[in-house]
């Protein structure tokens, strides 16, 4: 017995160890410091490196040519050393009210802040994050109102033979009220998953704020993953620990479209919910507004609000799903069904302007009634929360 207690003793001696080198091995430094006056200053200590640079969504856009076309990529600047090898760079300006993402450069490696916890991923990007209050920001923030509720839920999808993950948000007070709530299906762009929306599109947050500031409806929002070939988000699935990019499954083929039916029955089986055109809604940005795009034609008994952010518009050329063939004749059945809100939203300088300024031409063309929202700014995460802060008030009126 004596021996087994000195064990149990020890045992715990080395976990509390661990847990105080987890408690006191991080840095002292304050990174970043927000200022009174909405400057804000990072500091990374590091003695023995030649240059230290940071990485930003609040500094000047730089372009870069990529395989789909010029876009706009944060801005990169230096920091200054000061005492002990701590490096430092205070912004100019004072921020605007928004959520930034940064890292740091250190001699040419990209790292993350060690003094900031608050991460976020992108695809295979994993970048610190902070938010400036006092304005638009104000709505990604967790302010004292009534909370929703967000599940990670798996539903079968007999189109697809398999089963898959998406996640869910339910309003405050479904659990107790007894009512019917009609249904957000927000969706991804290219390289994210079910958790995108959640975490980069502070979603929750944005709907717990607007239905507490009686400016949007209560509604459930559901976040699928837009990759047919993936049961759920990268690390949370059988396929294990992978590393996540941006062709990482089918998407663009026609299989989710044709699936989505699968989503809709589940969430109708499953959650206490309008099971009617106008309690529905369908809406995404990059990839997930084209997916929104097909979905909303192919089935134009299924939505009444269609909202697409920066959307991918025309499919692929080499694709022979029905989901794509007809295109005009398909909208001309999904508009004479007179939905109730068509939304588009695109940034001046993003590089699926064009495309979208053409499929506004074809909609023009037929006399097809748009609302229509442009933006200063590229193919970024900044511009789609706003556009879901501007969209999710208009639904279900």
């Known amino acids: 017995m004596r021996k087994l207690s000195i064990t149990m003793i020890l045992a715990c001696l ?30 990374f200590s590091a003695p023995k490196a030649i240059r230290v640079q940071i990485t930003g969504d609040f500094l000047p856009p730089q372009k870069m040519k990529t395989q789909f076309g010029e876009m706009d990529v944060p801005g990169v600047t230096d920091l200054t050393e000061g005492k002990n090898g701590v490096w430092e760079y205070t912004t100019p300006e004072p921020l605007p009210s928004e959520l930034y993402g940064y890292s740091f450069i250190v001699d040419g490696i990209k790292t993350t802040d060690p003094n900031n916890v608050y991460l976020s991923r992108d695809v295979a990007t994993v970048t610190n994050i902070f938010i400036i ?46 009512k019917r709530y009609p249904v957000l299906y927000l969706l991804h762009g290219a390289g994210g998953d079910e958790e995108a929306w959640a ?34 988000a990268p690390g949370e699935s059988e396929a294990g620990m992978f590393k996540p990019s941006m062709g990482m499954a089918t998407s663009m083929e026609g299989s989710y479209e044709s699936s989505f039916p699968d989503i809709v029955k589940f969430i109708e089986s499953r959650y206490r919910v309008v099971k009617a055109k106008n309690g529905r809604a369908i809406a995404g940005l990059s990839m997930g507004g084209f997916h929104s795009i097909h979905i909303s034609k192919y089935y134009p008994d299924m939505f009444d609000y269609v909202g697409l952010f920066s959307a991918a518009i025309m499919p ?43 499929y506004r031409k074809l909609l023009d063309e037929k006399n097809y009634k748009y609302t229509y929202r442009e933006s200063d700014g590229g193919h970024i995460w900044k511009n789609w929360r706003i556009y879901l802060s501007e969209f999710a008030p208009l639904l279900f009126k």
Request: glycine fraction near 10%; aromatic fraction near 10%; charged fraction near 20%.
């Open 14 to 43: 080395c976990a509390w160890t661990f847990a105080q080198q987890a408690l006191f091995g991080g840095q002292t430094i304050e990174s970043p410091e927000i200022h009174p006056d909405n400057t804000v200053t990072f500091r």
């Open 133 to 178: 209050g006092g304005g638009q920001a104000d709505l990604y923030k967790v302010n004292k109102v009534e909370h929703g509720t967000v599940a990670k839920v798996w539903y079968n999808s007999p189109t697809l033979g398999t089963t898959r993950r998406l996640t869910v948000y339910t309003p405050a007070g479904y659990e107790t009220s007894g």
């Open 199 to 232: 975490t980069l599109g502070r979603a929750t947050q944005i709907l717990d704020n607007l239905i507490a500031q009686g400016k949007a409806k209560p509604m459930l929002v559901v976040m699928p993953n837009g990759y047919t070939g993936m049961e759920a």
């Open 316 to 358: 692929n050329k080499n694709s022979k799903s029905p989901v794509y063939q007809n295109l005009e004749q398909k909208l001309k059945i999904q508009f004479d069904k007179k939905p109730k809100l068509y939304w588009i939203g695109i940034g001046k300088t993003d590089f699926l302007y064009q495309a979208n300024k053409d």
